[in-house]
C-alpha cells in the first residue's frame, strides 16, 4: 500500500505558473505508475498526466500537452507537476494517484491523494 499526500495548489492568474507536489509513502514508490488527474466542479474527473516507473515515459491529455510537465524522483518518493501557461479552464481539484500497471483512466487507479485545489482567475 501506498499513501500520497499533493501540495502546491493556490490561486494563479491566467498565464502564470503553479508547481503541484505528491509525496508519497508507504512500499516501494518506484513499483508504481503515477499520475495526475483532476476534477473540476461538477465535472467528472478527467485524466492529466501520467508517468512510467522509471519516469522514462510521461503521458499527457491533449488539453495540457505543452504546458504541463509531469516528473518524479523516486530517491525522493515525490512526482510533481508543472503547470505553466495557466487558463481558467485550467481550474480544478488535483489528484495524484498511483496504480502497479500503467493505466490512464482514474478508476483503475488504486491509490489517491486527498486533492489540491487549484484555481486559475482570468
Known amino acids: 500500500q501506498v499513501q500520497l499526500v499533493e501540495s502546491g495548489g493556490g490561486l494563479v492568474q491566467a498565464g502564470g505558473s503553479l508547481r503541484l507536489s505528491c509525496a508519497a509513502s508507504?512500499?516501494?514508490?518506484?513499483?508504481?505508475?503515477m499520475g495526475w488527474f483532476r476534477q473540476a466542479s461538477g465535472k467528472e474527473r478527467e485524466f492529466v498526466a501520467a508517468?512510467?516507473?522509471?519516469?522514462?515515459?510521461?503521458f499527457y491529455a491533449d488539453s495540457v500537452k505543452g504546458r504541463f510537465t509531469i516528473s518524479r524522483d523516486n530517491a525522493k518518493n515525490t512526482m510533481w507537476l508543472q503547470m505553466n501557461s495557466l487558463k481558467p479552464e485550467d481550474t480544478a481539484v488535483y489528484y495524484c494517484?498511483?496504480?502497479?500497471?500503467?493505466?490512464?483512466?482514474?478508476?483503475?487507479?488504486?491509490?489517491w491523494g486527498q486533492g489540491t485545489q487549484v484555481t486559475v482567475s482570468s
Open positions: 508507504g512500499r516501494t514508490f518506484s513499483s508504481y505508475v
Open positions: 508517468i512510467t516507473w522509471s519516469g522514462a515515459r510521461p
Open positions: 494517484a498511483a496504480d502497479p500497471d500503467l493505466v490512464f483512466t482514474w478508476d483503475d487507479y488504486d491509490y
